[in-house]
Every structure is written in C-alpha cells, then in structure tokens.
C-alpha cells in the first residue's frame, strides 16, 4: 500500500500545485489515476486470458446502445473503472484522508505519478498495437 499512497500523494500535490486545475484537481486525480489502474487490469486479464488462464473476474455487457462504441465504453466502465474509482474515493478522499497522506509520504515532484500514468498507458497501448500485428499476420 506504501507505493499507492506515494503515487497517490506524488499526484495530488503536483495537481493542485498548478493554477489551471483549481478547482478540479480532485475530479483529474481520480479520473487519471482510476483509468490508469482500470487499464492495468485490463491488461493483466487479457495477458492471462491469452496464456489460457480464467480469472474468474466478471465483466459486465451492456446492449442499450444496439451494439455501439457507447456499449463498449459503458461495459468497460461498469466492470474495471468503476471499482477503481470506489476504491480510490475510498482510501484516498473520504472523509480528506488526502490530506493526512501528504503530510506522511514524500511528494516526488510529480515524476512518480507521471511514470505510473505514462508507463500504464504505454504497456497498454503497446500490448494493442502487439495483437494487432499479431491478428494481421494470421490472417494474411
């Protein structure tokens, strides 16, 4: 939990410590750092679901949109960031519990946070572009 919090922590203070996210710093932490997490498992269970292991973890469809981009965006909210941003709210702003974080955890200048974020996004987006590659040759 130790690097959580000092990610958490390293994030908030460099937010807040730029004038143009006064006011929604919090609304950027959570969204940023949820999707980051959410995006991580995803990861993670495709990785596992490749190699043949079930996780056992449920997704939730949804079909209100006839099939639609929109039905992806809600399935995926539903099933892995919604949980990340309950969790998040609940360790990190309920009831400010931020605020006794950041007097006990080093602030990183913002690196920390941003090597989480990037490197999430990155191994992710990576992974994409792999399977991409990797259906194409298949099929051709």
């Known amino acids: 939990m130790s690097l959580y919090y000092k990610i958490w922590v390293d994030g908030i203070v460099k937010l807040r410590s730029r004038p143009q996210n006064a006011g929604l710093w919090k609304f950027f ?6 999707m ?12 596992l679901s490749d190699l043949g292991i079930t996780t056992g ?5 949804v079909n209100l949109f006839l ?5 992806a965006f809600v ?9 990340f941003l309950l969790i998040n709210y609940f360790l990190i702003f309920y009831k400010e519990k931020y605020k006794k974080l950041i007097n006990r955890y080093p602030y990183y200048g913002g690196k920390l946070y941003m ?26």
Do not use: E
């Open 29 to 34: 932490a959570m969204t940023f750092t949820s």
């Open 36 to 47: 980051a997490m959410a995006l991580n498992l995803a990861f993670i269970l495709f990785i």
């Open 57 to 61: 973890i449920l997704k939730i469809s």
């Open 67 to 71: 099939g639609t981009r929109l039905d």
């Open 75 to 83: 399935s995926f909210f539903i099933s892995y960031l919604l949980p």
């Open 115 to 140: 090597r989480y974020f990037v490197s999430s996004m990155g191994v992710f987006l990576a992974y994409i572009f792999i399977a991409i590659l990797v259906a194409k040759r298949s099929i051709g």
